[in-house]
Nanobody
């Protein structure tokens, strides 16, 4: 069984920063990619950023230049550094970990950006 524990969400003013963390534990033999998604009220879940096993990254156009995804393989942890936050970044953020056999999701952490 694999468990993902997220932390770092909260309330911040526009222009501020937050750093999200997601630690994976359990029966993990190999992790392919790690990613962050978000879901705002009334909207579909969308990919925010992804980092592969060789640390190549891709980002949603809306966060390019503001967000940075990184991973620590020794700790099975993925991070999302969010700078210059905007009210439209308000959402529940979910981490995802993909292994050779399955994909796992965190429980979600709320990020609220006030104007």
């Amino acid at each position: 069984q694999v468990q993902l524990v997220e932390s770092g969400g909260g309330l911040v003013q526009a222009g501020g920063s937050l750093r999200l963390s997601c630690a994976a534990s359990g029966s993990i033999l190999n992790i392919y990619h790690m990613a962050w998604y978000r879901q705002a009220p009334g909207k579909q879940r969308e990919l925010v950023a992804r980092v592969t096993s060789i640390r190549s990254t891709n980002y949603a156009d809306s966060v390019k230049g503001r967000f940075t995804i990184s991973r620590d393989n020794a700790k099975n942890t993925v991070y999302l550094q969010m700078n210059s936050l905007k009210p439209e970044d308000t959402a529940v953020y979910y981490c995802q970990v993909v292994t050779p056999t399955s994909a796992y999701w965190g429980q979600g952490t709320q990020v609220t950006v006030s104007s």
